[in-house]
């Protein structure tokens, strides 16, 4: 039987997903020394279906990295679309700005330096679409601030949420668990917010990721 990166390969070649521009963010990153934890091409593509099945014109990025997330979904959005994109790291920021120019996307993109804790209080909504996959201790700030950018009808993502399966373990108090969980409760118990979880299993492993849409 098949593992599960064979899987992902079965469906990102017979599906047509990925191409030698995004393969070349992800080979930049890599040799400017980021982790390797960008979403996988499938997830990518996901995210790229999420803009245009909600129609969305202003998409909002907790956690930049390389550039590759912020690629798929800047492709996707129409001609005068913006995609606004947070990074701690100015490094990062400086290679993921190279990825959006030779994409043909660096027109659409507003990539923002500095802990997003900061730069998020002054952003100006609203945005139609917002995707979270930065450090996880901090996502429950993340999606209020989130909430706070919204309209009734904007799509938020979490990523990264199960965490191998431990969110669910009581006996997990690491931090990027706890943010998880917590971040999960302070969803369940927002009026504004109506959710789900999905969890994932590919070449990236056993995770998953929280889907919320604002309700009013």
């Known amino acids: 039987m098949a593992d599960a990166s064979e899987v ?6 017979t599906l047509g997903i990925g ?8 080979e930049r990153a ?3 020394g980021l982790p ?7 997830q990518g593509a996901f995210l790229a279906l999420l803009v245009r099945l909600t129609g969305a014109r202003r998409v909002l990025e907790v956690g930049t990295l390389g550039g590759y ?5 800047a492709r996707a959005l129409p001609d005068d679309g913006a995609l606004v994109t947070l990074e701690v ?14 994409a043909g996307v660096a027109g659409k993109v507003d990539v923002v330096v500095g802990r997003a804790a900061d730069t998020l209080p002054g952003l100006e909504g609203p945005f139609d679409l917002v995707f979270i996959d930065a450090d996880k201790p901090s996502n429950p700030a993340y999606v209020r601030a989130a909430v706070d950018l919204s309209r009734a009808g904007t799509v938020i993502v979490v990523d990264n949420v199960v965490r191998g399966g431990a969110v669910a373990d009581p006996g997990d108090t690491s931090p990027a668990v706890t943010g998880s969980r917590e971040v999960t409760e302070l969803i369940a118990a927002e009026p504004r917010l109506e959710a789900t979880a999905l969890q ?4 990236k492993g056993w995770d ?5 849409r604002v309700v009013g």
């Not at 390797?36 to 499938?42: H, R």
């Not at 997330?69 to 979904?73: C, K």
């Open 30 to 32: 890599r040799a400017g």
């Open 19 to 26: 191409d030698p521009l995004l393969d070349r963010a992800r």
């Open 69 to 73: 997330s912020g690629t798929v979904m």
């Open 8 to 13: 992902d390969a079965y469906f990102e070649t």
């Open 89 to 102: 790291d100015p490094h990062h920021a400086e290679v993921a700005r190279a990825v959006f120019d030779e």
């Open 36 to 42: 390797d934890i960008a979403v996988s091409p499938l």
């Open 208 to 212: 998953g990721f929280l889907l919320a």
């Open 200 to 203: 994932t299993v590919g070449a």
